[in-house]
Each structure stands twice: as C-alpha cells, then as structure tokens.
C-alpha cells in the first residue's frame, strides 16, 4: 500500500481472534483472503460477527465473508476473492450460512473466474460482490432480491503453458456488465447473455438451494449454424473417420511386425 502511496492504519495481530479495528465501519472492502484456510480460530464472544451462523472449523471462507459483511457501513460494498467451492459447499454450517446471507439481500452479483488465475494455487475462484442495502439511492436501481451471475470462466487468454491471465476487454466487459445491471438504466442498457450472464431473483436462487453457481442460472449459448447441411458434414466426418481407422491399422500391423522381428509377436485371441 505504502508503494501505491495508499495512507493506511495496519495492525499486527490475529483478525478472527482478536480484532484491532472492532468499531470499524467502512463504504468498500476489496479483499483476496487466503482459500481454504483450515488452521483457524474465531472470537464466539463477537456474536455481531457471526449473525449469519458460526463458520465451520477447517474452512475459513465463510469466517472471512462475515467479518467482512461486519465492516460495511449502511450502504458498504464489498467485492471478495474466493475459492470456487464457495459458492455451492455444503460443509458443516457452510450452506446455512450462505442461505441468511442470501435471505438478508446481501448478495448482489457473483462472477466464476477461469482456472490458472494466480501463480500460487490452480483452484478456480469467484468473485462475491456484496452489498449491504440495495434499495435506489441516487446512483443505482433498486435490485432488492435479485442476484446478477457471470460466468467469466472462458474469458481471458494464455500468457505461459501454467498461467491465465484477463485481458482489458474481458476485465471491461465483465465490469460493465455488472455496472448497467445495477444502473438506473438497466432496462434499456442490460440485458441477459446466453453462456456470460444472467440476472435471477430469490425465488430462483431458492429453487436451486441456496447455490450461487453462476452456471445454474446462466442459459446455455446455442451453437452457431456453420451453414453445412447435415448430409455433407457426415460425409465429411466419415471419410475422415475412415482414414483414421486405415492409419490406425497400418500403425497395429506394424507394431506387430516389429514385435515378432525381436521374438514377440503377439497372439490375440478371437
């Protein structure tokens, strides 16, 4: 932050066990915690934190998404960096939490990411963008029980064999997507994509159990018709296919030939 020249206030110390900032209430919270994180502790006496349920012990990830929730101000946004499994776990308290927070409203979009994303782990992430009142103010639409999905997962192009990275047009359309859904224009500016995005309401979201998988929601992206009438792509697929057999049996014959040249020809069965 210091480098960013960003003024900050940090404290060192244990966040879930013994927070520095108890009274802290801010508009934004932009965080990556860790995924996952099994080895952990939580404060049960701070039961303003864990309003939604008590996180379970071996998973983190709800822990994090409520103490931060406990930092928003009134109208506090808060865009999260997640594991994948996050969105649809099951585990111990995890489902029961995520089903108060969905019942709360405040869940305003959820964005599925591409794999290889960052250098230290392969895990698939999402994006949870939370929002602790979203009736209209001034600059957005009133989205009281509605959740926009985007799936990014195909987005983004391959910087090295191991990594993935967004490029400005994917970063842009995934933002843009999710400013003119919450704009006061939205009717006229947003509209639901096949395979990118989907807005659903609670009654959606209940039908599915709570589950926050961008891909439950989202319609599936029809095929694009190449032009090809059906009988010329099968001849085509055939005559190909037939080639590929004729190689694949001169390949056998010849690894039998060479078996039998170093005494072991092979004796199969019929």
Known sequence: MAIRGIDANIELGDTFMNDKFPELKVDYVIANPPFNVSDYSINNAE???????????????????QHFISKLAPYGA????????????????????????????????????????????????CL????????????????????LFIDAREHGSMISRKQRELTDKDIAEI?????????????????D??????????????????????????????????????????KTLTETLAKQMQKANELDNAI???????????KIKK
């Open 47 to 65: 039961t303003h934190k864990w309003k939604y349920g008590l996180p379970p012990q071996g998973n983190a990830n709800y822990a994090w998404l």
């Open 256 to 266: 039998k030939e060479n078996l039998q040249k170093i005494g072991y020809g092979l």
């Open 128 to 147: 949870w963008f939370l929002n602790r009142n979203k009736t209209e103010t001034t600059k957005f639409r009133n989205r009281s029980n509605e959740i």
């Open 193 to 234: 994509i096949p395979g990118f995005c989907k807005s659903a309401n609670i009654e959606d979201v209940r039908k599915n159990k709570y589950i926050l998988t961008p891909g439950r929601y989202i319609d599936f992206k029809q095929a694009e018709d190449d032009g090809i009438a059906f009988e010329e792509k099968m």
């Open 78 to 125: 808060a865009g999260i960096v997640l594991a994948n499994g996050s969105m649809s776990s099951e585990i111990a308290t995890e489902g029961d939490i995520r089903k108060a927070m969905i019942e709360a409203d405040l869940v305003d979009c959820m964005v599925a990411l591409p794999s290889q994303l960052f250098y230290n782990t392969q895990i698939p992430a």
């Open 175 to 191: 933002s843009e997507t999710y400013h003119k859904w919450r704009g006061k224009n939205a009717k006229k500016e947003y509209k």
